[in-house]
Nanobody, 127 residues
């Protein structure tokens, strides 16, 4: 059974940074794409970033381009989300999820392509 556990969330002031981690167990992590998603109170879950199985391709939602960086360490079965220049609008619960083995640019930010999800980690950005 695949398990994903996020960590690294917390409270940060606007303009600050956080690094989220997502540790995977119970599957062959290196074979699958991974993604980060978020859900703010009263809003639908939205895609933030995705990364191919090798880490060679990354994809970002327009609202995080230039501020967030997704990466992975297949030796550690972990995917990361480095978040810089945070704003109060980034406040949300952040989730990681496992996608298909191969993912295209058109699929990468499609939530329906991801079938294993973590429990989420809260990120709160104060103004």
């Amino acid at each position: 059974q695949v398990q994903l556990v996020e960590s690294g969330g917390g409270l940060v002031q606007a303009g600050g940074s956080l690094r989220l981690s997502c540790a995977s167990s119970g599957g062959t992590f290196s074979m699958y794409s991974m993604g980060w998603f978020r859900q703010a109170p009263g809003k639908e879950r939205e895609s933030v970033a995705a990364i191919s199985w090798s880490g060679g391709s990354t994809y970002y939602a327009d609202f995080v381009k230039g501020r967030f960086t997704i990466s992975r360490d297949n030796a550690k079965n972990t995917v990361y989300l480095q978040m810089n220049s945070l704003t109060p609008e980034d406040t949300a619960v952040y989730y990681c999820a496992r996608g298909p083995a191969r993912i295209t640019a058109a699929q990468a930010l499609n939530l329906t392509k991801y079938n294993y999800w973590g429990q989420g980690t809260q990120v709160t950005v104060s103004s």
